[in-house]
């Protein structure tokens, strides 16, 4: 057994963050250190989130809300006033929890946090239907409008729910708006109109539709408050219980959700989630002094990384056509099952000499599906420029997760730099023309979009890691990669991961 307490050591406060664009395996370090931890809170985003666990008994669960340590029971664990919450989505959790005899006794969710209504999830929706080929790829889940109404002083708060005719005036007024910005104005376009009505008709909106109103106001308010009431006794103040448990000398865990490229305000605007993703976003959407974090690890995937939704990926496998393909009918015309039927000897493209083949396989090797979407998730090679960005906003201790999925690759390709192949531009006071080597990230997507990555070759291994228990133990080839990483971002790589079980880890 791996003693995962040398990442522990006298920290009393650790906050576990996504390096990259989200799905990089915090859930696997979460899981671990969690016995060592009191307390388990996520602050972040919402049901977009999606981790992953997997036991070593082959037990696999998902996560979306809920956080991904609640399978030790006996901790606590917090939703902070910094999440989005859709009361469905974590009663849909705390079901599954009780079907697998999981207690959530110790699980307290904050009173302010904001709620997702079903006419934030039609907002998000139609928005992006009307965006066409401009959409973000958002999940479609509410998340963005749920922000936004915190920035338009409109939210409505978990507490809300509790009192019905609160909820109800907040939710008219905040109705009204929409109607007036997106119903009216559309009515009269015929093939908008019936897209959004199609929109309103999908199974988790169709109950709250009203030919006359457009939206049931009074359905949403009934919906919602009993769903509350699965709930009702586990709402406190998390800000309150964090700060006694520091002062308690309790141990504190943050668990972070989703990655830099997905900041609202570092990552690659636009194509972004709607909230920050760093160690001040984690400790205030918590309510916790944020210079009480002793430590935080960035988790990365190395050597491939990943991406879900639209955005730019410079270092991405088959680069626009790769975006395009992955895209397709939203995501969906590419899933698990269907790139599977279309590729049954993937493994043989392992190595093409195409890198948009050798995506897919990679993909299809390392099931790399989006937990929440299940849409196929963009591949390619790590991405030194951005890993440096990352470290530079929240510090140098990496956790590697998937080095395994590199275990038949002959030769591993890392993106140490771009080059600039658009317009002469102005950024940060700095002019790029076309042929500047960048090497310094840039968060415009724009300009993202006109980069060509460079990139670096190194052998790879041709062994499985499987039962590998030091880190010396790693073929001489994978040590070189990660001593690479580490030299070109300045980092230290704390701990790797090669496989889903517990066991498929070692420490420096
Ligand atoms: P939203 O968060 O639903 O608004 O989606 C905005 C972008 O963030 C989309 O590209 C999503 O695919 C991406 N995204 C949001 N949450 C996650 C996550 O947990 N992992 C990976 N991508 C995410």
Known sequence: MVNIFKLIKKYQVIAVLG????????????????PYCDIVARSGGGHNAGHTVELDTGEVFDFHLIPSGIIHDDKTFLMGPGMVIDPRSLVREINKLEEKNIRWNKLYISGDAVVITPDLVFLDRTKEKLLGKEKIGTTGL??????ATLV???AIRINDLRNKDVFKEKLENRINDTIKMYINPNRENEKIWREIIEIMMKKDLKDFYDKRNF??????????????EKFKDNIRNVSQILNKAYKDKKRILFEGSQGVWLSVLHGTTRYTTSCSVGTGWLAEGAGFPAQLVDKVYGVIRCPIMNRVGNGPFPSEFGGKRSEEYCMEEGGFAHTKDKELKEYPDYIK????????LRGIANRLKSGNFGTTTKRPRRVGRI???ALKWAIELYGPDLLVTHLDDCNDTEEIEICTGYKYMGNRVENNGRIWEKGDIVDHFVIDSGFLYNCKPNIETMPGWKQ??????NYNDFPPEARNLLKRVEELTNANINAVSFGSKRSDMVLR
């Open 142 to 147: 509410g998340i963005g409008d749920a922000y």
């Open 383 to 385: 991405d030194t420029v």
């Open 215 to 228: 939206f049931n106001i009074d359905n949403m308010v009934d919906d919602y408050y009993d769903k509350s």
């Open 349 to 356: 493209l392992i190595n093409s000499k195409d890198p948009f």
């Open 464 to 469: 499985d890691l499987a039962g590998i228990k």
């Open 19 to 34: 390096y990259q664009a989200g799905d990089e395996g915090k859930g696997k370090y979460i899981e671990l250190l969690t």
């Open 152 to 154: 338009n002083r409109n």
